[in-house]
């Protein structure tokens, strides 16, 4: 199990990109995601499954997160989740490269 130990944030809301910001959470609460994003409707699914895939193989369990998408590919919001989560200060075992 891995926590977050403060808020963090990665990405800019430039066309193209997508800003993905972490907060710890309580103990228990689960992962909770609000997204935005002007393609909602077709890949809102999809966003959430990449997210959370990257929550998951960091091992986090707790933490509320928002994306803001502005067009992102799936390598951009890989990349600034990641970003997000290891600026919010991880504490425990985190499974090697995702």
């Not at 199990?1 to 309580?26: F, N, R, Y």
């Not at 997160?65 to 075992?93: F, H, I, N, S």
Request: no cysteine.
């Amino acid at each position: 199990m891995t926590t977050l130990t403060k808020p963090a944030q990665a990405g800019t809301l430039e066309s193209g990109d997508v800003v993905v910001t972490v907060a710890p959470a309580e103990l228990g609460s689960g992962i909770e995601i609000s997204i935005e994003s002007l393609v909602l409707l077709q890949y809102g699914e999809s966003i959430r499954r990449t997210v959370l895939a990257v929550v998951e193989h960091y091992g986090v369990v707790d933490a509320a997160m928002k994306v803001v998408d502005r067009g992102a590919l799936e390598y951009a919001l890989t990349a600034r989740t990641k970003a997000a989560l290891e600026r919010a200060g991880l504490v425990g075992e985190v499974d090697g490269d995702a």
